[in-house]
């Protein structure tokens, strides 16, 4: 299987780009932390991915997925604290944040695939 024919390893692509478009407009002295992190968590996702499917074992596979899954969640817990500071508006908030569910439904699809396989 090939990392970059997965429909998860495409649209958590698309959302690190999503991401970085809100990152460009904060005010990188006022908010370098959220910024930072925010970029670690974000590229972390398919990053992690593209790993996990390149591991010889299912379970090594399934381990990157959940590292994968977390920097989803820690992605979306940043992206609240950005909506609590009003750095986003309501309407960037809404599309982030159900492109994040999106990635996380469909990480968790693929975990309970290599779970349910029989590859070793």
Known sequence: ???????????????VLDVFEII???DEKKERILIDQLSRAVVSVPSNIAEGIGRQYKKETIQF?????ASLNETETLIFLAGDKQLID????IR???KIIEC???IQGLINYYKNSNLR
């Open 96 to 98: 982030i944040t159900s």
């Open 1 to 15: 299987m090939d990392y970059k024919d997965l429909i998860v390893w495409q649209k958590s692509r698309i959302l």
């Open 104 to 106: 996380k439904k469909l």
């Open 24 to 26: 460009n407009v904060l």
């Open 90 to 93: 309501d309407q960037c908030f």
């Open 65 to 69: 997925l959940s590292i994968s899954r």
